[in-house]
């Protein structure tokens, strides 16, 4: 009987710590606003979940991923993905005059920019398409977006992004910042290079090293490796310099 006793007592205390062990691992409130706002900060939006940060969850050994919830970021389905998933939704506490709509027109009027201005919006670099980790961004991959001044930096200018690699893959409809891109180049100073020379209508390739940095589109020094001679060319793509024609 004592020995029962004793498995008894035993087992209830590796109860106790397996209990204790999983409370630990719990999910709390502080964090699932943490993950919300990180992803709608990517978006350019400064939000305050409706979750209280001390309500606990279940325990999540995956990635979270947050959703729209009913077609828009007032409400968001925060997904858990492990190999028993669990979500929850949460308010955000955006309000639908926050989400700013697109504006594709190409050009303003200085009075309908200075409106703007006096709102208290601009405009900023939206990914438009989904963008896969390491591509080189195009034009057609950006766009503008008007959002409010409050939420965060960004960049204003398509063209100086063309060109630069995305550092992990990238979601349409995502405010670009620098943190989502690397810090590289189409050609590189010192780099072989393949140069592109377009003349008559004849397209000859040779080998060449490239004496300077370059995005696509820019006019950059090149040594032709055949003849010696330095020559300028417009980068047309990764390791490619073309000696004569112009990439828009």
Not at 87 to 103: E, F, H, W
Request: with cysteine.
């Amino acid at each position: 009987m004592k020995r029962f006793s004793v498995i008894l007592l035993l087992f209830s205390a590796n109860m106790q710590l397996f209990a204790a062990e999983i409370a630990l691992e719990r999910i709390n409130g502080a964090q699932i606003r943490v993950v919300i706002q990180a992803e709608l900060a990517e978006y350019g939006f400064f939000v305050e979940p409706s979750v209280k940060p001390d309500r606990l969850f279940r325990s999540c050994r995956g990635d979270f991923e947050v959703k729209k919830a009913f077609g828009g970021w007032q409400t968001v389905r925060v997904i858990c993905k492990q190999e028993n998933p669990w979500d929850i939704y949460v308010r955000t506490g955006l309000q639908p005059k926050t989400l700013a709509k697109s504006d594709d027109s190409p050009e303003k009027s200085p009075e309908k920019k200075q409106k703007s201005d006096n709102l208290g919006l601009m405009q900023r670099v939206i990914i438009v398409r989904p963008v896969s980790r390491g591509n080189f961004l195009t034009r057609e991959d950006l766009g503008l977006q008007t959002l409010s001044r409050s939420g965060g930096t960004g960049f204003t200018d398509i063209d100086e992004l063309v060109g630069r690699r995305a550092k992990k893959s990238l979601r349409g409809g995502l405010v670009l910042h620098e943190r989502h891109l690397e810090p590289d180049w189409m050609v590189q100073a010192k780099q072989t290079v393949s140069v592109v020379n377009n003349t008559g209508g004849i397209q000859v390739t040779t080998a060449g090293i490239a004496m300077e940095n370059g995005r696509l589109g820019d006019l950059v020094k090149v040594k032709n490796l055949s003849s010696n001679s330095v020559l300028h060319g417009f980068v047309a793509g990764a390791k490619k310099i073309s000696i004569g024609t112009k990439i828009n």
